[in-house]
């Protein structure tokens, strides 16, 4: 099993920024993709970014851009920097790890962006 820790959520400006961690524990040396999903209100959870544990990266088309994926392995830790926040990104992020045919889940950070 795969344990995660979200934080840096928060308030911030149009056109602000915000970094959001995502700490692994547990099982960690079985992790093939690692990845921040968001889910606004009313709507389906949808992916953001993902990153494999060879470093490649995938983004949803409305943040390529402006935000960027990366993971300190020293540290088991996977970041997600946003930049050029827009009013459209304020939803519940949430971390996403997955081995084998599992996959977990964090308890999610509220990122709210104002106009």
């Known amino acids: 099993q795969v344990q995660l820790v979200e934080s840096g959520g928060g308030l911030v400006q149009a056109g602000g920024s915000l970094r959001l961690s995502c700490a692994a524990s547990?099982?960690?040396?079985?992790?093939?993709?690692m990845g921040w999903f968001r889910q606004a209100p009313g709507k389906q959870r949808e992916m953001v970014a993902l990153?494999?544990?060879?470093?490649?990266?995938n983004y949803a088309n409305s943040v390529k851009g402006r935000f960027t994926i990366s993971r300190d392995n020293a540290k088991n830790t996977v970041y997600l920097q946003m930049n050029s926040l827009k009013p459209e990104d304020t939803a519940v992020y949430y971390c996403?790890?997955?081995?084998?045919?599992?996959?977990?889940w964090g308890q999610g950070t509220q990122v709210t962006v104002s106009s």
């Open positions: 996403n790890a997955q081995y084998g045919f599992q996959s977990s």
């Open positions: 547990g099982s960690i040396f079985s992790i093939n993709v």
């Open positions: 990153i494999s544990s060879a470093g490649i990266t």
